[in-house]
């Protein structure tokens, strides 16, 4: 049987780790871009990426690296790329008139049929698809980066988007191995961006209020809470952290407000505090191309290996 076929736009940072994770997944993909250059250099990255994930076995899915990057081709006639696709993922950069612009293409040529579906981490549906004739068939399946790593998926639909679109994005998520989560509505961040903002507001204020070093700062998360939210969420971790959710609640809610109250605004991200974080970081990995590059990597090693770790542990 002809393997099923999806069309990934864009073929950046996001747009070829699509591409890998839909392979993997044994699809055929299409990637389309308006330069050439960038999808010479995606393929070639993307081979690149396979050969080492081969030889550390940690390449995703059944099929050998070969047969995986059988399934990919490029293009840059966009009724082409579409043609025959069931699922499209955009992957353009993150400019709403851009994005209206390829949706409204899509939206021409799209079947009743196909999913619309798009990366962006923070545009609203109601902004990208309203008015379009294909409004049921499109969504929001926001990644994690890099989500050949990182399988999170949010699943963000429009008003109007036709809740067998949710269900058809959903199940395919979970066919290509990623874990995707449902949002009952649009929300400005959606909910990865909003716990992560929350997060980053508070370390900037501590650091910005000289509580605590940039580097220790960090040393917090990635020591400390990161370690345990890597496999429980912060609501698991009140149900365990005391017996059961009520429990935690009658326990810690008195001391919860009274840290809470005293959160401080939410920062500017600019001036002195920026200087101060910006030095401190770039000390440590300076701000240069390959440096960035070799922590990226590494980054992307310990990612993967976490994820063996995690689908040994896996318990629910
Ligand atoms: P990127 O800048 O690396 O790649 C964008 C690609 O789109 C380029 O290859 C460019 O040539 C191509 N492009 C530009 N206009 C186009 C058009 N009209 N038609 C087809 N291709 C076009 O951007 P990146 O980082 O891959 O981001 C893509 C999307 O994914 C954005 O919406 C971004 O917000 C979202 N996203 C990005 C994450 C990240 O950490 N980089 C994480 C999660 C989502």
Redesign the pocket.
């Known amino acids: 049987m002809e393997p099923s076929q999806v069309a990934v736009?864009?073929?950046?940072?996001?747009?070829r780790s699509w591409a890998m994770v839909f392979a993997a997944g044994g699809f055929k993909v299409k990637l389309?871009?308006?330069?050439q250059q960038?999808l010479t250099s995606a393929l070639e990255n993307i081979r690149k990426q396979m050969k080492e994930l081969e030889e550390s076995k940690s390449l995703k899915g059944a099929l050998s690296t070969e047969q995986q990057l059988a399934l990919i081709s490029t293009c840059t006639d966009l009724k082409a790329a579409v043609e025959g696709a069931t699922f499209i993922q955009e992957?353009?950069?993150?400019n709403l008139e851009?994005k209206r612009k390829?949706f409204g293409q899509l939206d021409l040529i799209a079947d009743d049929n196909v999913i619309l579906s798009s990366?962006?981490?923070c545009l609203l549906p109601s902004k990208l698809f309203t008015g379009l004739k294909h409004v049921k068939q499109c969504i929001v399946s926001?990644?994690?980066?890099p989500p050949y790593f990182v399988p999170l998926v949010e699943i963000v639909p429009h008003p109007e988007t036709d809740p067998s679109t949710t269900e058809r994005t959903y199940a395919l998520m979970k066919q290509i191995g990623q874990s995707p989560v449902k949002l009952n509505r649009e929300i400005e961040g959606f909910v990865l961006n909003r716990l992560q903002y929350a997060v980053i507001s508070e370390a900037w204020r501590l650091v910005g209020d000289g509580v605590i070093s940039p580097t220790d700062l960090d040393l917090v998360m990635s020591d400390g809470l990161g370690m345990r939210y890597a496999f429980i969420g912060p609501l698991e971790t009140m149900h365990l952290n005391a017996e059961g959710i009520s429990n935690y609640c009658e326990r810690y809610r008195e001391g919860m407000k009274l840290v809470l109250n005293t959160f401080g605004p939410v920062p500017e991200f600019s001036g002195e505090i920026e200087e101060k974080i910006n030095q401190a970081i770039s000390e440590k990995i300076p701000v240069v191309p390959e440096v960035l590059g070799a922590r990226r990597n590494w980054r992307d090693e310990c990612l993967t290996s976490l994820a063996k770790m995690k689908k040994q542990m896996k318990s629910d």
């Open positions: 736009i864009g073929s950046g940072l996001i747009g389309y871009d308006v330069a960038q992957c353009i950069p993150e851009l390829i990366s962006t981490s926001h990644p994690v980066n």
